[in-house]
């Protein structure tokens, strides 16, 4: 069965150190999505991604992050100068169309120390 | 309160009771989708149900949705000690492409 995939399953950086999440969808979905989750908190909508563009994106995305698809296959999120604060299990998500159920990857956990 | 806000916020009972998690929401939506989220884990869909629609059963799940009182309910009947775990609802909202989370409810379920 297709699913999403994430790496690394876990990240250590240094606060202020640039990171990058990669994700690869499921092949045939059009709609991209990265959330986050604090430890024991909800799950938090980051940016949504299609066309090659982002489509929507939240308070949360601020010019610390940036979203790309390099080779119409991977989706990946970087933070350029991680806080404290960015700690949090990332999931990279993937769906066919809107209105659909999305498939979540299996998330990365990332510690900035 | 917030988009999605989920009661109660955890429940714990023994093997073979029922467990009922609601939703509610505050927007108009698309569709309402519920997922399950083991500790540390992906979420896993389990089941979305349509603006239109009011109930859908998938196995041991039953979903309900009213969207005059904008609220949802999943059930789990049966419970087994393997579905402890987080379950979420999430909203699909007109006019926009993306899913927005509740709360949650964790759930333990005792051998």
């Known amino acids: 069965e297709p699913e999403v995939t994430q790496t690394p399953s876990h990240q250590v950086t240094q606060m202020g150190q640039e990171v990058i999440l990669r994700c690869v969808p499921i092949s045939n979905h059009l709609y991209f999505y990265w959330y986050r989750q604090i430890l024991g908190q909800k799950v938090e909508f980051l940016v949504s991604f299609y066309n090659n563009e982002i489509s929507e994106k939240s308070e949360i995305f601020d010019d610390q992050f940036s979203v790309e698809r390099p080779d119409g296959s991977n989706f990946t999120l970087k933070i350029r100068s991680t806080k404290l604060e960015d700690s949090a299990m990332y999931f990279c998500?993937?769906?066919?169309?809107?209105?659909?159920?999305?498939?979540f990857g299996q998330g990365t956990r990332l510690t900035v120390v | 309160s917030q988009q999605g806000e989920e009661d109660p916020q955890a429940l714990s009972i023994q093997e073979g009771e029922n467990a009922t998690m609601n939703c509610s929401y505050k927007t108009s939506i698309n569709n309402l989708q519920w997922y399950r989220q083991n500790s540390g884990r992906g979420l896993v869909h389990l089941i979305l149900?349509?603006?239109?629609?009011r109930e859908k059963h998938s196995g041991r799940l039953r979903v309900t949705l009213d969207t005059s009182k904008k609220s949802s309910s999943l059930l789990i009947t049966a419970s087994r000690a393997a579905d402890t775990a987080s379950y979420f609802c999430?909203?699909?909202?007109?006019?926009?492409?993306?899913?927005?989370f509740g709360t949650g409810t964790r759930l333990q379920v005792f051998p």
């Open positions: 149900i349509r603006s239109n629609e």
């Open positions: 999430a909203t699909d909202e007109w006019n926009t492409d993306k899913l927005i």
């Open positions: 998500a993937s769906r066919p169309g809107t209105v659909t159920e999305a498939f």
